[in-house]
C-alpha cells in the first residue's frame, strides 16, 4: 500500500514538471512569474504528499487489523485441513470396526458432519466479499473519500472475522470427530 501511494505520487510529480516544462518552453515571461507557479506546484505536490501520509496513519490500525485476521486465517485453514485428513482417516477406522460404535456415536457423527457442512457452505457464501469490497476501496481511494474507505475496510475486516469464527467452529468440530 505505500509503495502505491508512493508511486502514485511520485508519478504525479514527474508528470507536473513535464507539463512544467513544455508550457515553459513557449513561454515569452522572463522567469520571475514561472518560478512562481513551479514554486506552486511543488507546494501543491507536498500538499498532496503530506496528505497521502496523513491518510496512510489515519487508516493503518485497519489495515494491519486486516493483516492480522489475514495471517490468523491462513493459519486456521491450515490447522483444519491437517485436522481434517486426521478425521477422515479416524472415520475410515471406525466404519472398519463398525461393532464398536454405539448408536449414539453413530449419531454425533451425524450432527458433526452437518455442522461442518453447514460451515462450509456458510465460509463459501462470503467467496468474493473481500474482493469486492477491495474493488471498492480502489474506488473510493481514487475518489478520495475517507469515509467510504474506512466503511471498506471495516467490512473487509468483518468478513475475516466471520470466517475466523467458522473456522474455529470447524476444528472444535472435527476435533469432536477425532474424540468419538
Not at 73 to 81: H, K, Y
Amino acid at each position: 500500500m505505500k509503495k502505491t501511494i508512493a508511486l502514485i505520487l511520485i508519478t504525479a510529480f514527474i508528470l507536473s514538471f513535464g507539463t512544467l516544462a513544455y508550457a515553459q518552453s513557449g513561454s515569452t515571461d522572463n522567469g520571475s512569474g514561472g518560478n512562481a507557479s513551479v514554486e506552486q506546484q511543488v507546494g501543491d505536490v507536498q500538499q498532496k504528499i503530506q496528505a497521502g501520509k496523513d491518510l496512510k496513519d489515519q487508516m493503518e490500525p485497519q489495515t494491519n487489523r486486516i493483516r492480522n485476521n489475514r495471517t490468523e486465517i491462513l493459519g486456521l485453514r491450515n490447522e483444519v485441513q491437517a485436522a481434517h485428513q486426521e478425521a477422515v482417516m479416524h472415520i475410515q477406522q471406525l466404519r472398519q470396526n463398525q461393532d464398536c460404535l454405539t448408536d449414539e456415536q453413530v449419531e454425533a457423527l451425524r450432527l458433526c458432519l452437518q455442522t461442518l457442512q453447514q460451515n462450509r457452505l456458510q465460509i463459501c457464501e462470503t467467496v468474493g466479499d473481500i474482493q469486492s469490497e477491495g474493488l471498492k476501496l480502489r474506488q473510493a481511494r481514487r475518489e478520495q473519500n475517507t469515509e467510504q474507505m474506512q466503511a471498506c475496510l471495516e467490512n473487509m475486516a468483518a468478513v475475516q472475522e466471520a470466517r475466523i469464527k467458522l473456522l474455529e467452529a470447524s476444528l472444535e468440530d472435527i476435533n469432536d470427530i477425532l474424540d468419538i
